[in-house]
């Protein structure tokens, strides 16, 4: 931890047990502490490796002189001046977590700032980045990271918020060995202690600054041609990949992907699209494409967002006209008394209040499929009883306690007739979709790898 302050300053000090110490000094301030000791990956470790608990990250290479950038609300012109100073000649790539934007002005402004630079942007599902067709949005770089190549390693990054959804993605950026940015205004959310300059700021205030203090130097800060190179191997690479992930229209029946794609493209103008933690958050960011329609993209991320996703998104929906949720079946069934709300909603109707569409997506492969991905996985008896739990839930029934309409589909053609018809419906309905359990990996190879 010395050794990070010394060269990644006070900033990059509180990265790790400083930053929760700062937490509870404001926390009259910020309400709740909490500490967060995360355990490194792999979970499940192979202990016959040699030093197996001796080995960390090493490469500290933020200079030394960053010490002296404070954790102001704004960044300072001094401060900016040092951030020019220390992305310069190196290439540079932009990791945009969960709420980089919120408004179509934020993003035309952060949009703005990537051009003027030629960074080119990795756009979680989450970062509100997803509605802009700009070129440098990068929205496919999980399947380009299953083969990533030299030309796509970054020298810097500048992260935008929590990491992104992407496992390959954080995985990528800790074994990039490049200087580490956070731009967060609350804390680096850092669990792989990359950080090695923090700055307490948002990403629209520090993309301005940036912008500004670029243009009190005379445009001097201008793309070089490793930037304009690096970005282009980016934007080819994006294409590529979309060109396969695209691929995804002709299945009909069967796979996940192929649904999750259209709930992304039918979803209404201005509806919020809830999705729920494992497979689900996961599959909208392979299959949800750039420049489609304006949502507002949600999701409860977090060791426990299995928990009360149902409630939440209900929550979320008193806010908007339209809501699609997109569950899987466990996550349902943890909060699926959360459906006795259909009462409440139609009580409010009724008393002249809120009169909310909200359709759940049921993408119901009986079991918890994403350990069929993790390392886990065997093809023991074992395995199905503790990791893939299947439950054999008659989702119908449940929803006609609940007095929800339901809908049981296979095949995407049906998916769309069903999704439309449940779209602007005051109340809750349920659209369900079997898929197999078995055979996730496979499914999804063409996608990922």
């Known amino acids: ?57 090493s490469a500290l ?82 399947t380009v990271l299953g083969a990533p190549a030299d030309a796509l390693v970054p020298e810097a990054v500048i992260r935008f918020g929590r990491y992104p959804v992407s496992k390959r993605a954080t995985a990528f950026l800790a074994n990039a060995g490049a200087i580490n940015i956070v731009v967060d205004p609350l804390e680096t959310r850092d669990f792989n202690c990359a950080t090695d300059v923090h700055l307490r700021c948002t990403p629209l205030d520090f993309s301005q600054t940036m912008l500004a203090a670029k243009q009190s130097l005379g445009g001097e800060d201008a793309a070089d041609d490793r930037q304009s190179a690096f970005a282009a191997a980016w934007l080819e690479a994006n294409a590529a990949a979309g060109a396969r992930v695209d691929a995804v229209d002709a299945v009909e029946a069967g796979f996940e992907g192929a649904f999750v794609r259209r709930v992304a493209e039918r979803a209404p103008e201005g509806s919020c699209l809830f999705a729920a933690n494992s497979m689900s958050v996961r599959a909208l960011d392979t299959f949800y494409a750039k420049g489609g329609r304006r949502l507002t993209v949600l999701c409860n991320r977090g060791l426990n967002g299995i928990d009360g996703t149902v409630s939440t998104a209900l929550g979320a929906a008193q806010h908007f006209e ?32 809120l009169d909310r569409s909200i359709v759940i997506v049921l993408l119901n492969n009986n079991g918890g499929g994403i350990f069929d991905m993790l390392p886990q996985r065997s093809e023991d008896a074992y395995f199905e009883r503790l990791f893939l739990t299947p439950q054999d839930v008659e989702f119908g029934a449940a929803a006609q306690a609940f007095g929800v309409p339901h809908r049981l589909v ?34 999804y190879a063409p996608y990922w790898s």
């Open 1 to 57: 931890r010395e050794a990070r302050i010394a060269a990644g300053g006070e900033a990059a000090g509180r990265a790790t047990d400083g930053e929760g110490a700062s937490r509870i000094a404001g926390a009259c301030l910020g309400g709740p502490v909490h500490f967060n000791f995360p355990f490194d990956e792999p979970l499940k470790p192979d202990l016959r490796v040699e030093g197996l608990f001796e080995t960390g990250r």
């Open 61 to 142: 290479n933020a200079p030394s002189d960053l010490r002296l950038i404070h954790p102001s609300t704004y960044l300072d012109p001094m401060d900016s001046a040092r951030v020019l100073e220390l992305l310069r000649g190196r290439r540079v790539l932009v990791a945009a977590g969960e709420g980089s934007c919120a408004t179509t002005d934020e993003m035309g402004a952060l949009l703005a700032w990537a051009e003027s630079f030629e960074y080119p942007l990795l756009a979680d599902p989450l970062s509100g980045l997803r509605t802009a067709a700009d070129p440098l949005v990068i929205d496919r770089y999980d």
């Open 322 to 353: 339209q809501t699609t949720l997109l569950t899987g079946d466990l996550t349902l069934l943890h909060d699926l008394n959360a459906l006795a709300l259909q009462r409440e909603l139609r009580v409010q109707r009724a008393s002249g209040g």
């Open 410 to 443: 296979e095949t995407v053609a049906e998916f769309d007739a069903a999704y439309d018809e449940a779209l602007g419906v005051p109340g809750i309905s349920l659209v369900e979709v079997r898929v197999p359990l078995e055979g996730l990996p496979e499914r």
